[in-house]
């Protein structure tokens, strides 16, 4: 039910750019992504309501692709504060709210 | 800025023992939710609650857990018998809108249930 985030784990120099998807077996009505640092709660980062929507938040940007039942975000020009452990988050029926598998990103100097 | 509140921030318990965690959701949020995450793992999905009754549970939400909201503005999840397999982090989290549009989660900073 959860659904699955490729890579499981990136490190990047700072500069660099990182895909993260995420992808659900059943149909997504909506994608969240959170960020998390170690040792702290999610952080949210955005939501996308529709397919084919795109938005971006500073260098950190992210799309939906309803028919696919996949999510993406993008971080460029990646920064030392980006390290984290990156989640993307789903509604499932009814009320359940389900994160992805989880994605560690380390941006190195 | 308006914020979710847990607590105890860590707790330390025998196996068998019944743990309460406390959580105080943002004052206009309508829909609660508890989430574990053992450490370094994914962050799983317990319980979600709406209107005083539980809305949806996971699998690993068996008679061993329930939830509460005494008043209004708390809202707990018990444990009655704790294993050593509960110890992980949980978090609370609420929003203000729900299914079908389900709004930012916002978390509290988590309760670390260490079970000996």
């Known amino acids: 039910q959860q659904p699955v985030q490729s890579p499981q784990a990136v490190i990047l120099r700072e500069g660099e750019d990182a895909v993260i998807n995420c992808s659900s077996s059943?149909?997504?009505?909506?994608v969240h992504w959170y960020r998390q640092k170690h040792g702290e709660a999610p952080v949210f980062l955005m939501i996308?309501?529709?397919?084919?929507e795109q938005k971006g938040h500073d260098k950190i940007s992210a799309s939906f692709n309803e028919k696919k039942q996949q999510s993406s975000l993008y971080l460029t020009a990646s920064q030392l504060s980006y390290s984290g452990t990156y989640f993307c988050?789903?509604?499932?029926?009814?009320?359940?709210?389900?994160f992805g598998t989880g994605t560690s990103l380390t941006v190195i100097p | 800025e308006p914020e979710v509140t847990q607590t105890p921030s860590h707790q330390v318990t025998q196996m068998g023992q019944e743990v309460i965690l406390r959580c105080v959701p943002i004052?206009?949020?309508?829909?609660f939710y508890w989430y574990r995450q053992i450490l370094g793992q994914k962050v799983e999905f317990l319980v979600s609650?709406?209107?005083?009754?539980?809305?949806?549970k996971s699998e690993i939400f068996d008679d061993q857990f329930s939830v509460e909201r005494p008043d209004g503005s708390n809202f707990t999840l018990k444990i009655r018998s704790t294993k050593l397999e509960d110890s992980a982090m949980y978090f609370c989290?609420?929003?203000?809108?729900?299914?079908?549009?389900?709004?930012?989660?916002?978390f509290g900073e988590g309760s670390r249930l260490t079970v000996l």
């Open positions: 989290a609420s929003t203000q809108t729900g299914p079908g549009n389900t709004g930012e989660l916002f």
């Open positions: 059943k149909a997504l009505y909506s």
């Open positions: 996308l309501l529709k397919g084919g």
């Open positions: 988050g789903t509604e499932l029926t009814g009320n359940q709210f389900y």
């Open positions: 004052s206009n949020h309508l829909y």
């Open positions: 609650f709406y209107n005083n009754e539980i809305s949806e």
